[in-house]
Structure formats: C-alpha cells, structure tokens
C-alpha cells in the first residue's frame, strides 16, 4: 500500500520547471533513493513535499489524506520528517537538548511553561538512547555548533528521527562528509531506519551509496521522472546512464575511467 | 544513566537564597536615597528580564516595550485617580490585564515579521500609545501627566499605609520588601518559563525559524506567547514603579524609554539569564548618577554604550562568566 502519492505535482520557478507534473508513489516501508543530475528537481521535490515550498498545482496524498494545503507544523503531526542539505540544527542548544526538544514536541509538551524540561526522566531517557543510537552519546553536553560536520549531519537526521516519522525524507545526509564517514553515516541510518519499519525517501549523489542501501530507485532529470526500479534495473538502464553519468554501457556504474 | 543537561538545582537554590538574603538586608546599610534607588532597580530589572525573553530567548529586537511599561504605570493612575481604588493588588491585577490585552494586540501584529521589521512595527505602535497620552490630555492629563497619590495607597489588602508622620520613610522601606518579593517571584516565573520545554521551543525559533517548524514547533503562535509574557513582566515593572515615581507623564511611553530598556539588557548581557537583572540595576545607578554629575549626561551613557559594546559585547555578567570559565580552566 502506497503511504505517499503525488498526483500531477508541480513547482516552476519562473521558466524553471523544478517538479513538472510529478506522479510518485512510495510504498510503505521502502528505502527509496532520489537521484538525478544538479537541477534536477530532487530538492525542490521534497521541498513541496514536507510543504517547505508551496505546490503550484497538482495533490499530495499520504496516508490516504489529502494534505496539499497543509502546513508544516500539520504535515510534522502527519508524521513526516525531514533532514537538510546544509546542517539545519540548533546550534546554540546542547546536542541532548536539540533531540529532547524534538521529542517533546512529538508528544506535544513544547506548550508546557510550567515544568522544567531536564526534570522529565521519560523524555530524557529517550533522548538519551536516540543519542546513543546514533552515535553521540559522548557530545550529549556540548553545543550542536562545537560538532563535527559528519556528526552534525548525524544529528539532523537524529532530530527528524526522534518525531518518529511515518515518512522520513533524507537530502544529502552524507555531502559534505570524508569517504570514511560516509559509510559509518549510511550504516547509522539504515540500520534506525530499517530497525524501525520506518518508510525513508532519501535525496543522494554518490551512486555506490544509493545502490547499497536502496529497495528502489528513483531518477529524476528536468524536474520530472525519467526512470525508476530496482537497484538492478537502473545500473541497466543506458538512458539513466547517460542522464547521471554522460557515458552509457553494461558497466557504467563501475567502471573507473 | 549521564546527568541530565540543565542546573544543579540545589546549588542554584542557595545562590538564589544568599542573594535573596544580601538584596533583603542592604535598606539596613544603605539609607532611605540608596534603598529609593534601589527599588527603582529593581522595578527596572522586573522589565528587563520580560523584556529578555523576547530578545536573549526569542531572538526578537524590540524598540516598543515602553508602550508595555508604560500600560502598566498608567493603568495604576487611572485606577487611582477614576476608580479611587487605592489598593496595590488590585492595581497589580488591573495593570496586568490592561498589559495582557495591549501586549496580545500589539503581538498579534508584530510577530507576523522579524529581524528589522519586527523592531520598526514594535517601535511604530509604541509611538501610536505616546501620541494617544500626549494629545488626549483630558484622559492622560498630558505632559503634566496624572498623579500617582502615594499617602492614599494601601499594601497586602489594606494591611498597611502611608500616611501621617514618617510617611515617606515608612513607604520607601516597606514598599522596597514588597518590590522584592514580586521581584523575587518574577526571578522565579522566567527561570521556569525559560527552562522549561515552552522556553527550550523559543530558543530553537531564535536559533533556526525553519527546522524549528520541521520538528513542529509552532513557530509565530509561541513567538506570539513569548511576546505577552514579555509585555506583562514589562507592564508589571510599570506598574510597581507607578508609585514609587508619584506620577506618569508621556516620557515612559516614548522611544527613548524603550531605548533604555535595550540598553540595560545589553550592558548586563543578554546570553545570560541574570545579565539583565544586573544590566537594569547598575544602568539606573549610572544615569542618576550620570544625571547628577553632568548636564551632558546622554553624552556619557552614549559612551558607556559604544565602551560595552565595543569591549563587552557579552555585557557585565557575560564577561565575568567568560573570565570565571577562564579562571577554572587553568
């Protein structure tokens, strides 16, 4: 069953078709894999999507609901979750206050002025664990703005993961990162993600990333489809090869020129 | 299990008392001038911590909450003078409301914007409140402005007053415990309220508007909650200050005014939950000493300003925390 559908969607920039009549489904609970050339709409796709950036026309429907006009705030209680491209944290927050205060908004407590946030033993014991899981138990005390780049981009992901999304977009969790990190990052990811059954769109450059990790890819060029299926299917595909790499053949993917 | 990321809350219960204990204990020491100046302080303090809220916790500027002080201190006189209503709480209870009211009204429209635009809307309403005092001087009373009748006002429900011989004295001492009670419990409401899950949501938007939304903080209607907290602690110090002054004229609802309530915050530290307390007081104890040295007295409050910032941009308090972190470390 499909958990997110877009019907007709679009989103110009002046001339600039960025998501030109886009028909996406995403089954419940796929890794699915975003990738396309510069431009190619991908951001601007889950820019609509998580309702950052108006649709033009066209609908969203997630969970059978129609929420094309919904805000960002509804959309979040939907259950759907983002990351960013570019580190989007609280930087003047500890690394456990970014998570915790994630997770009190989850459970609607953020209206509560009355109570002293580091007194909830429920809310800091989950906090603690989502820090662990991702790795960064031993920052828990610093601010997010002393981290690592890689750690930062681990705790953009962890914010989104503590509302426990039904949908979890991910843009570009690992630009930025050494090639070592990488892996540890998308292991990391995977693993929270798949763990918890939890669907996950993710937006990624490096195709060994997205051929490890992917149930189903998605290719976009020109702010529409061009092409989508398996992991198999698209290292096959000599248009998708073409689009990403400017050199097609059996084996595009791999070969190192 | 780690510790948890907050205050030692049992440390912070003694600071808290031993301050308390010095703050109570000063009138024995200083004489009825430093006490009377001390209590403006702290009134001040009552305004700037509100005022902080919006500014160290929220992230927004405003040059309008002389329009919040100056509802309250009104509020206190028409009272007053209209209703011959003569009891402190029920002028703390009607200033509060009237302050609730104005701060929702002029909240509602301010918050829609941020950065500059935020402090001109802030800074354009306040100028609509000073005008309406200046001209309607049938209601206000103008720039005479309307009396604030000290000798007629009763305290802790008509308990105690001020009249007969000694009034004054009597006033000034007994009116500094009251101000610092209600200062104490103003301490007390904003470290709940800036420690809270509400306060740790303001300090997400001040950081980052955007992912504060993404996680579904609702980011317009707490700025708009922090923007009335904000205008009733401000109101309340104008209320407090009503008759401790004796009169309100029009000067506290203009932009100087708010000018001054910037600058104490930003000569105590606005990083810093205290820094305004501190900022207020010693800002009211530099101008009146300012006032009284030289007729050039703006002139060196400039100068502190321009010194402050330019040397301590982190103020008084962020300073000697930076130094203590300093001092530990080695």
Known sequence: MAILQTIDLKRYFGETRAVDNVNLSIEQGEFVSLVGPNGAGKTSLINVISALLPA???????????????STTERVRAGIARSFQLVNVFDNLTTFDNVAL????????????????????????????????????????????????????????????ALKPKLLFLDEPT???????????????????????????????????????????????????????????IRRNEQVAMVLLGSSGPDAFTRKD | MPATTGPSLPRLLVVAALAAAVLALLPMGIGLYQTELLIYGLTFAIAALGFNLLLGYTGLLSFGHSAYFGMGAYTVAFIMRDLHIYSMELCILGGLVASFLLSALFGYVCVRHTRIFFSILALALSQVLWSLAFKFFWVTGGTDGIRVPRNQLTLLAGFLDFKGAGAYQKFVYTYYYYV??????????????????????LQAIRDNETRAGFIGVPVRRYRWMAFVISGMFTGLAGILWAPLNGLTTPDILYWPFSGEIVFMTVLGGFRTFTGPIVGAIAFNYLKVYAVASSQYWQLVLGLVLVVMVMVLPTGIVGTIAHLLGKLRRR
Do not use: C
């Open chain 1, 56 to 70: 033009e026309s066209g609908r969203i429907i997630f969970r059978g609901e129609d929420i094309t006009r919904t």
């Open chain 1, 102 to 161: 994630a997770i009190f908004s989850r459970q609607g407590k953020t209206a509560n002025l009355g109570s002293l946030a580091h007194l909830d033993e429920d809310v800091n014991r989950e906090a603690d664990g989502i820090l662990d899981q991702f790795g960064l138990g031993a920052k828990r005390d610093g601010n997010a703005r002393d981290l690592a780049q890689g750690e930062r981009k681990l705790l953009d992901v962890a914010l989104a993961y």
């Open chain 1, 175 to 233: 630009s930025g990162v050494s090639t070592r990190d990488k892996g540890q990052i998308m292991d990391t990811i995977a693993s929270v993600v798949r763990g918890e059954g939890i669907t996950a769109v993710i937006v990624e450059h490096d195709m060994d990333v997205v051929f490890t990790y992917s149930d189903r890819i998605v290719v976009m060029a020109q702010g529409a489809i061009l092409a989508q299926g398996t992991p198999d299917e």
């Open chain 2, 180 to 201: 610092l009670v209600l200062f104490l419990i103003a301490v007390a409401v904003m470290w709940v309220i800036v420690h809270s899950p509400f306060g740790k949501a």
